[in-house]
Nanobody
Framework: QVQLVESGGGLVQPGGSLRLSCAASGSIFVITTMGWYRQAPGKQRELVAAITSRGRTNYADSVQGRFTISRDNAKNTVYLQMNSLKPEDTAVYYC????????????????WGQGTQVTVSS
């Protein structure tokens, strides 16, 4: 059984910061690209940032320079440091793993966490 468990969401004022974490649990051998997506009410889910297993990163234009994605492969954990938050960053943030390879060789493609709410408001 594999789970992606997000934490760190909450309510923050504009200009503030939050740090999201996503820990993958289970008998995992390796996880390929991990990322953060978000979905605001009435909008489609969109990619916020992604990071490969070797640390190559990719960001949405709207968060470039404000958000930083990182990961700890030993802990199967990905982080999203969000600074200078704006009201338009308000959304449910989802952790995603492109491919999880288990110790026994089984593969779990396209894996999602349950989401964590981020609200930016004064």
């Amino acid at each position: 059984q594999v789970q992606l468990v997000e934490s760190g969401g909450g309510l923050v004022q504009p200009g503030g910061s939050l740090r999201l974490s996503c820990a993958a649990s289970g008998s995992i051998f390796v996880i390929t690209t991990m990322g953060w997506y978000r979905q605001a009410p009435g909008k489609q889910r969109e990619l916020v940032a992604a990071i490969t297993s070797r640390g190559r990163t990719n960001y949405a234009d709207s968060v470039q320079g404000r958000f930083t994605i990182s990961r700890d492969n030993a802990k199967n954990t990905v982080y999203l440091q969000m600074n200078s938050l704006k009201p338009e960053d308000t959304a449910v943030y989802y952790c995603h793993a492109d491919l999880i390879i288990m110790l026994g060789g089984n593969q779990r493609p396209d894996y999602w966490g349950q989401g964590t709410q981020v609200t930016v408001s004064s």
